[in-house]
Each structure stands twice: as structure tokens, then as C-alpha cells.
């Protein structure tokens, strides 16, 4: 049984076409999503859950809300790395043998989950389970690698200069470290640093504070939408080069 002495439920909210398609799906058992019928008026009411077997055997209620926090923001940001306009998914309450247990404010921890109490070989087949959903197959690579566990976690933060920034230098450092050539185009990313640090064009979002304007800046402009494109084409560009893969359902199976 996947889920050994483990009364943990999270109840979610988010875009309901989206949670009923992955109730719908062999779904992961790291991050397992189903729905909840209504047995009186015999039909689905979008009542949507999660369970998860990094909660098997786990009584303390902390650590239980802080795993619930981990995965949504891992799965957020591997949903936002593919598609930066996902409507992200939240807990909205947690239930312990169907009661609401008392809420615990995200610690926002910082750590990989690892490896959960599993025989190798069922975490193998956790491989095949979620190669159908990019999203998961992200998810479950981010519980035991450095390099797509920061990626998933910046692409959880609001689209922003600061926070693209942040992913660029995260990038461009893995790269390096791995010795992999992004092969970036140097005029659009001096396009992209040059709004980016600019306090004068990206205002309050810019990485620097207001400066005084000695000059013109000739520099061409990129906008907030453009540079997205940007970060995501740099950060899928490392992820397909570091594992070796032709896209990102391939690098999934790695």
C-alpha cells in the first residue's frame, strides 16, 4: 500500500480544470492529487486532495505542513518553468483522519526532501508513473538534484527583474560548474541586464536604486514578457544540456 499509516489529506485550491485533470491522471505518488465525490448527490463537487508518502508514518504536525509547502512550491515552479502562465495551486486547509488540523504559517525551509522511505526499485517505477506530466517527472528530479531543485524554487517566485535575475546567475553558475555552454546570445542578454539593473527603465523592480542620470542609454530595451522568454529558453537550455535530453518529457526520465 502506497501510503502506509498515513491519515494526512491537503485540500487545494487552484485552477479546477487543471486539478481535475491530474486527478484524472496515474498520478505520482510523491504528489498524488484526487477528488472526492459527493456520495449523496452522486457527483463531483471539486472537492480536490493531496497525499503524499513523505507523510507515511509522520505524526508531528510541523513537519507535515512544511512537506505540504515544499511540494506545492516545487510543483508551482516546475508549472511556471513550462508555462509562465499557470495559475498556481495552495493549500487551503489540512486534514488529519478528516478533521482540519491546526494551520502552521510556511517556515519556507530550504533543503531537499531526498529520497523517501521507499524500496529502490518502487522509486523506479515512480520514474514511469510520471512521464506522462512533465510537472511531476520535474518534481520528483527536484527531491534529489541540486541543480532542479533552485530551479524549480526561483520559477515559484512571481515573474519579476529581481527575481529573472536571480535565475540567470543560478543558471549561468550551474553551467559553469558543470562546464555546459549555454550558448546565450550576448546582445539580448545585455538587452535583458541592462533594463534589469536600470532603475530609470524597470523602476522599483530594478536590481540597483535610483541613480542620477549622467547619459543617454542606448541600449536596446527588452520588456518583462520578452525577458520570461528569456530566462526560461536559458534555464531549459541547461536542463536539456546537463541531462542530456531533446526536451523536457526526455529529461525527465534521466
Known sequence: MAYRNNDWEFLLRGNPNDLWSLSKSQSSHYFHIYDVPDHLLDCEVNDYRMKTIYCNNETDLEVVWQIGY?????????????????????????????QD??????????????????PLHRIEEEMNRTKGDDRLAFLKLATENEDIYLLLKLFDLEPSWINNYKILETVESLAKR????????????????NVAN?????????????KQIVKENKTPVMNLDDSNVFIRDIAKSYVIKKYNKSSQKDASGA
Open 198 to 210: 536600470n532603475f530609470s527603465i524597470s523602476g522599483f523592480d530594478s536590481r540597483h536604486g535610483f
Open 101 to 118: 488540523a491546526e494551520y502552521r504559517a510556511n517556515k519556507k525551509l530550504i533543503g531537499m526532501l531526498g529520497k523517501p522511505s521507499l
Open 70 to 98: 515544499e511540494l506545492i512550491s516545487l510543483f508551482n515552479g516546475a508549472a511556471r518553468f513550462l508555462d509562465v502562465n499557470f495559475r498556481k495551486m495552495e493549500i487551503e486547509r489540512l486534514w488529519h483522519k478528516e
Open 178 to 193: 558543470e562546464e555546459i555552454d549555454l550558448d546565450v546570445c550576448k546582445s539580448t542578454r545585455k538587452s535583458f541586464t
